[in-house]
């Protein structure tokens, strides 16, 4: 089946940093990669996507690269700020003419801190 | 303003209680969706709705129910055969698939057993 693996948390880091969230998935076909965000005490909000190999997805600052190769969407951002401060997941959507495009696949969250 | 509305925001449950869980969106999405979290699990698929009328089962239906009879609600029941509903429950719809429209989430309801 589909599955999503990211790196464990918490993830603390001083503000203008760079950020790494590493992301690697299974699934077959060719499906859709997203990152979406959870700030403290609210639903998620999705922050970027790709839909296929090699698209980079950006928005806010972050970017993830479609990886085929290595199964893989690292999210990244060049210098983070104390707002950045949430819980980050990654998702897959299976390719859109297979069974199952409705049901999304998340990892399990990685929690970022940044601190002043 | 658009949106997606869970209530209420904290719920207790009885042993052998089935409580129901709302959720309202006026985003005139046809699809709808709830998740489970857990902490250090992610996010669990229960239950989606394409479309009204119409609903299927996730990964974790066991000891759930919805309904979706009409476009703006899917409200979800936790049943007495869930052994352990303690969780954060997360309401969500779309346009469309996931593939090409974004999930838009609700706030959430804190599920706790007495």
């Known amino acids: 089946g589909n599955s999503v693996t990211q790196m464990e948390g918490p993830v603390t880091l001083s503000e203008e940093a760079f950020l790494t969230i590493n992301c690697t998935y299974t699934?077959?076909?060719?499906?859709?990669l997203f990152w979406y965000v959870q700030y403290p005490g609210e639903g998620l909000q999705l922050l970027l996507k790709?839909?296929?190999?090699?698209d980079k997805g950006s928005n806010k600052g972050f970017e993830a690269t479609y990886r085929k190769e290595t199964t893989s969407f690292h999210l990244e951002k060049g210098s983070v700020q104390v707002s950045d401060s949430a819980v980050y997941f990654c998702?897959?959507?299976?390719?859109?003419?297979?069974?199952?495009?409705?049901?999304?696949?998340f990892g399990k969250g990685t929690k970022l801190s940044v601190i002043p | 303003d658009g949106g997606i509305t869970q209530s209420p925001k904290y719920l207790f449950r009885k042993e052998g209680q089935n409580v129901t869980l709302s959720c309202e969106q006026n985003?005139?999405?046809?699809?709808m969706y709830w998740y489970r979290q857990d902490p250090g699990q992610g996010l669990r698929l229960i239950y989606y709705?394409?479309?009204?009328?119409?609903?299927q089962k996730g990964d974790i239906a066991e000891g759930y129910s919805v309904s979706r009879e009409k476009k703006e609600s899917f409200p979800l029941t936790v049943t007495s055969a869930q052994k352990n509903p303690t969780a954060f429950y997360l309401c969500?719809?779309?346009?469309?698939?996931?593939?090409?429209?974004?999930?838009?989430f609700g706030s959430g309801t804190q599920l706790s057993v007495l």
């Open positions: 709705s394409q479309i009204v009328n119409d609903f």
């Open positions: 998702a897959l959507s299976p390719s859109p003419l297979g069974a199952g495009s409705y049901q999304l696949t």
């Open positions: 985003l005139n999405h046809d699809a």
């Open positions: 969500a719809s779309s346009r469309g698939s996931p593939t090409n429209e974004k999930l838009f």
């Open positions: 790709a839909t296929k190999a090699d």
């Open positions: 699934a077959t076909g060719y499906p859709s």
